[in-house]
């Protein structure tokens, strides 16, 4: 079934979703994103020293990961206009967590599958694995290697953006429908026909995302560094500017999670689908 979906309006939706339920939604964001995204910053680098700091730096980083998991859920289901309230939200985003990470573990799993020929390639030609591990890019990948997984790459990478497009309302579906793996195949559905819509704001996303990040902590990490100094691992400077790269992430996640709702509802009311409340 063909169906024509305005990404412009969704946008526009998702905007002025955004604008009208703040009060909502900031508790949510700086309490549930921009804290824990700003301590996964400033204990990182504990974690990369190595040492008996490491297992309990990942623990907690592990464990902040959730939390803005959780938080992503709860904007996503007050974006869904199904129900009212930041407490409504939070309790479905609470109930749909351990059925969204399930989804989600299924998704790696299949990644790392995909992935398995990269390894085996390089072994098959004699290529110490365990070196590779310890030494990184030190080693060298033997050139008829480097062929192969370049062509397996090359192959790879437009297959992953078009699952990754057929997959943009995975989200929604498992807030929203109650759903299991079947989200899966229900997102494959949904989107079946705008792919390349889905593809398009994807990549202008990602440019938009990357650039305004990277300029970010690249303008205010220097500008801080040479403002307050200071050596060693977390540093006044580091902490700052870990905190204003969150807030600017947290704003490109409220608009994700906006916009991929209002998708959701522009999609399911093209098609006619009818859906459980949440």
Request: proline share 5%.
């Amino acid at each position: 079934m063909k169906i024509s979906v305005n990404m412009g309006n969704v946008w526009d939706r998702a905007t002025e979703f955004l604008g009208d339920h703040l009060a909502a939604i900031l508790p949510i964001a700086v309490l549930a994103i921009v804290v824990p995204s700003t301590v996964s910053a400033i204990i990182a680098p504990l974690g990369a020293a190595g040492g008996l700091a490491a297992l309990p730096v990942n623990l907690i980083s592990l464990a902040l990961t959730l939390v803005t998991v959780w938080a992503q859920l709860a904007i996503v289901a007050l974006a869904l206009d199904r129900i009212v309230g930041r407490g409504a939200a939070m309790q479905v985003a609470l109930r749909r967590l351990l059925p969204f990470l399930g989804v989600l573990l299924v998704l790696l799993v299949a990644f790392v599958i995909v992935m398995l020929p990269i390894p085996f390639v390089l072994a098959g030609y004699g290529m110490d694995m365990q070196a590779a591990m310890a030494n990184g890019a030190q080693v060298n990948i033997p050139p008829a290697a480097a062929g192969i997984i370049s062509i397996y790459t090359i192959v790879l990478v437009p297959v992953l953006i078009f699952v990754g497009a057929r997959l943009a309302l995975l989200t929604p579906v498992v807030v929203c429908e109650r759903r299991g793996l079947g989200s899966i195949g229900r997102s494959f559905a949904l989107s079946r026909g705008l792919v390349w819509k889905i593809i398009g704001m994807l990549i202008l996303y990602g440019i938009v995302a990357g650039v305004a990040i990277l300029a970010t902590r690249t303008v205010f990490g220097s500008v801080l560094r040479l403002a307050l100094g200071g050596e060693g691992l977390i540093t006044p400077a580091g902490v700052l500017t870990a905190l204003i790269v969150a807030i600017v992430q947290t704003v490109f996640v409220l608009l994700a999670c906006a916009f991929t709702a209002k998708l959701y509802l522009a999609v399911a009311d093209a098609r006619g689908t009818i859906v459980e409340p949440v």
